[in-house]
């Protein structure tokens, strides 16, 4: 694979942000990547270079017909001046698997891997260096054969941007509260919910608006069929905690398999946490919260890491957890998994990736 690197001048460059203002996904570094895919002749190279829009003809599969898919990783600065990455191979197998499901070209994991790390080499300067920040990589994939006919594109462009982040959540570390959704579906098994693609994040809009009129920060998703078992939220996968035992809903085909919900996972069981990938009903939350034997929950999710949840409201009722704190498991897991993340401690699973200096 060749990879062409255009030079930014540094009278060109953009003045790196403050970390206190970041926030999340508010600002781009200086260069982005892109490589072109035609049927017959397969991938171009890749090309690095400056930060601009994107051209498209109005006709472009993906302004029609969503064939669209994406990814979310970080890239962590850790105290000594290290540069790691937290299982980009993950991401790049998750693409290749969307690719497939939506009828499109896989990025070879290998080429998604190089280009990557030629991106983040190049930008490195952008990588903030302040406790809890990082830089936050979104790749992406789209049909651009401009064609109106429901067919897949003969055509694509990947490209990789990059952004300096702080926090997902202005509450930090703090409890958010969830609002179960019990009209709208956000997907079903044998649909594309296990896909990172952006069809399912539009679909979620108007409920998680509501959601947000009503003071909640994220929808908890019950299954498209009977309204009955707990998916995921908005943003990330679910965790619930009972005693000691950490319960998440079973992979079914409409949940995305994160590669966060993995690793605490994994994480969870080596330190001594039994665990339970199952299905989980709303009635059964509802009925931990309320006698008290549901003592956790949290969101886990690349870009909030670890979200605890304070609360959560089913069909006009609150039902507050943990006295609406964060709670010790939720903690250790977070604290564990971040210092992994930014090299704080021994990476025992292999997972951290060191692929320069800044």
Same mark, same amino acid.
């Given at each position: 694979?060749?990879?062409?690197?255009?030079?930014?001048?540094?009278?060109?460059? +953009?003045?790196?942000?403050?970390?206190?203002?970041?926030?999340?996904?508010?600002?781009?570094?200086?260069?982005?990547?892109?490589?072109?895919?035609?049927?017959?002749?397969?991938?171009?190279?890749?090309?690095?270079?400056?930060?601009? %829009?994107?051209?498209?003809?109005?006709?472009? +599969?993906?302004?029609?017909?969503?064939?669209?898919?994406?990814?979310?990783?970080?890239?962590?600065?850790?105290?000594?001046? =290290?540069?790691?990455? &937290?299982?980009?191979?993950? $991401?790049?197998?998750?693409?290749?698997?969307?690719?497939?499901? *939506?009828?499109?070209?896989?990025?070879? @994991?290998?080429?998604?891997?190089?280009?990557?790390?030629?991106? /983040?080499?190049?930008?490195?300067?952008?990588?903030?260096?302040? %406790?809890?920040?990082?830089?936050? #990589?979104?790749?992406?994939? *789209?049909?651009?054969?401009?064609?109106?006919?429901?067919?897949?594109?003969?055509?694509?462009?990947? &490209?990789?941007?990059?952004?300096? @982040?702080?926090?997902? &959540?202005?509450?930090?570390?703090?409890?958010?509260?969830?609002? @179960?959704?019990?009209?709208?579906?956000?997907? /079903? %098994?044998?649909?594309?919910?296990?896909?990172?693609?952006?069809? $399912?994040?539009?679909?979620?809009?108007?409920?998680?608006?509501?959601?947000?009129?009503?003071?909640?920060?994220?929808?908890?998703?019950?299954?498209?069929?009977?309204?009955?078992?707990?998916?995921?939220?908005?943003?990330? $996968?679910?965790?619930?905690?009972?005693? =000691?035992?950490?319960?998440?809903?079973?992979?079914?085909?409409? #949940?995305?398999?994160?590669?966060?919900?993995?690793?605490?996972? +994994?994480?969870?069981?080596?330190?001594?946490?039994?665990?339970?990938?199952?299905?989980?009903?709303?009635?059964?939350?509802?009925?931990?919260?309320?006698?008290?034997?549901?003592?956790?929950?949290?969101?886990?999710?690349?870009?909030?890491?670890?979200?605890?949840?304070?609360?959560?409201?089913?069909?006009?009722?609150?039902?507050?957890?943990?006295?609406?704190?964060?709670?010790?498991?939720?903690?250790?897991?977070?604290?564990?998994?971040?210092?992994?993340?930014?090299?704080?401690?021994?990476?025992?699973?292999?997972?951290?990736?060191?692929?320069?200096?800044?």
């Amino acid at each position: 694979m060749r990879i062409t690197m255009e030079e930014v001048p540094a009278d060109r460059q +953009k003045p790196l942000v403050d970390a206190a203002v970041l926030g999340f996904g508010k600002y781009y570094t200086d260069r982005m990547l892109t490589r072109a895919y035609h049927a017959g002749q397969g991938w171009g190279e890749v090309g690095i270079g400056k930060y601009a %829009p994107i051209v498209l003809d109005p006709a472009a +599969k993906v302004l029609h017909y969503s064939q669209e898919i994406f990814e979310g990783l970080k890239a962590y600065c850790a105290e000594d001046g =290290r540069i790691l990455l &937290f299982r980009p191979e993950e $991401n790049a197998k998750r693409m290749s698997r969307s690719a497939e499901r *939506m009828c499109m070209p896989p990025m070879p @994991v290998e080429d998604f891997l190089s280009g990557l790390k030629e991106l /983040v080499l190049a930008e490195k300067r952008w990588i903030p260096r302040a %406790p809890g920040t990082s830089l936050y #990589i979104r790749p992406t994939m *789209m049909g651009t054969e401009p064609a109106l006919g429901v067919h897949a594109s003969a055509s694509y462009l990947f &490209f990789m941007i990059l952004s300096p @982040v702080g926090a997902y &959540f202005k509450e930090g570390f703090k409890p958010i509260g969830l609002y @179960v959704e019990n009209d709208y579906v956000r997907a /079903v %098994p044998g649909g594309v919910g296990d896909v990172k693609t952006g069809g $399912n994040y539009a679909a979620s809009l108007l409920a998680a608006s509501k959601a947000e009129e009503k003071g909640f920060s994220q929808v908890l998703w019950l299954d498209a069929r009977e309204r009955h078992y707990v998916e995921e939220v908005g943003a990330m $996968n679910i965790f619930f905690v009972f005693g =000691r035992c950490l319960v998440t809903p079973a992979l079914c085909g409409s #949940i995305l398999p994160g590669i966060t919900r993995d690793s605490i996972i +994994k994480l969870a069981v080596s330190l001594g946490l039994a665990v339970e990938e199952r299905t989980v009903t709303i009635e059964e939350i509802v009925a931990g919260a309320t006698d008290g034997s549901l003592t956790e929950a949290f969101g886990a999710g690349t870009a909030a890491v670890i979200a605890p949840v304070g609360s959560f409201q089913y069909k006009g009722r609150d039902f507050p957890i943990s006295g609406d704190e964060a709670g010790p498991v939720a903690r250790q897991l977070y604290d564990e998994l971040t210092a992994i993340q930014w090299g704080r401690k021994p990476d025992p699973f292999g997972w951290v990736q060191v692929i320069g200096r800044v």
